[in-house]
């Protein structure tokens, strides 16, 4: 199929998801420990889950924004331990900076290099990742948009024609890339895209798409080779 464009998730495609979360997570609390010790003496893990899962019942209209979720989370923290609320930005931002310090797999960098000299390549996330604050990333992107950017998240039709566009190419001639069986390729195949579905062998199972990926790889590098660039 003819091939104009290049659509590329983040998380757990070009680098692990969950490690980056527990150290920006732990920093975020050791600024809590100084700054507002009663949320944190108030609050263990189950307590933070609780709270999470409060708010995402009580905002639906920001299933989209991850950041606006997490820092509304922090602020209930710090209400219900009588701590200032107003913490909330300052500890939230702790957070967001250590969520942009990634281990990008060993691939990354030399296969973008490769696939972005053939096509134009657009980040899409569901997640509050910037590729521009990444060291030798952001160069490899035409755009880079989230679901909080557009107000929906994949697997949404919309957020795909939204990258297509960005990307200067229509859907039938873009391929979008990732890990995730739903969000990424069930969600691409459905907006008329082609699909490459990145299974990493050092990530957990999280189960195969109801479609038929275009290509299944296990890394970047292998998809470049596949795509012969």
């Known amino acids: 199929m003819p091939l104009q464009a290049l659509t590329l998730d983040l998380d757990d495609t070009l680098w692990p998801m969950a490690p980056t979360l527990r150290r920006a997570e732990a920093l975020m609390q050791d600024w809590l420990r100084q700054h507002a010790p009663a949320t944190v003496a108030a609050h263990d893990k189950a307590a933070w889950a609780t709270l999470r899962r409060g708010v995402v019942a009580d905002r639906p209209d920001w299933a989209h924004d991850l950041s606006a979720l997490r820092r509304e989370t922090i602020r209930r923290a710090l209400l219900a331990a009588g ?127 109801s479609g038929t990926a275009h290509h299944v790889v296990a890394s970047l590098a292998e998809l470049a080779d596949r795509l012969g660039v």
């Open 83 to 209: 701590d200032d609320p107003a913490l909330a930005t300052p500890a939230f931002d702790v957070f967001f900076e250590a969520r942009q310090q990634v281990q990008l797999f060993d691939d990354v960098l030399p296969a973008l290099a490769r696939l972005a000299a053939r096509w134009p390549i657009v980040a899409l996330t569901n997640g509050n990742a910037d590729v521009h604050r990444v060291p030798g990333l952001g160069q490899h992107f035409r755009g880079a948009l989230s679901a909080r950017e557009l107000g929906l998240a994949k697997p949404a039709p919309a957020v795909f024609a939204a990258a297509c566009r960005h990307a200067g190419a229509a859907p039938a001639d873009t391929l979008h890339i990732g890990d995730d069986p739903a969000l990424d390729i069930d969600g691409a195949l459905a907006a008329g895209l082609q699909a490459a579905w990145v299974r990493r062998p050092e990530l957990p199972d999280i189960g195969t798409p």
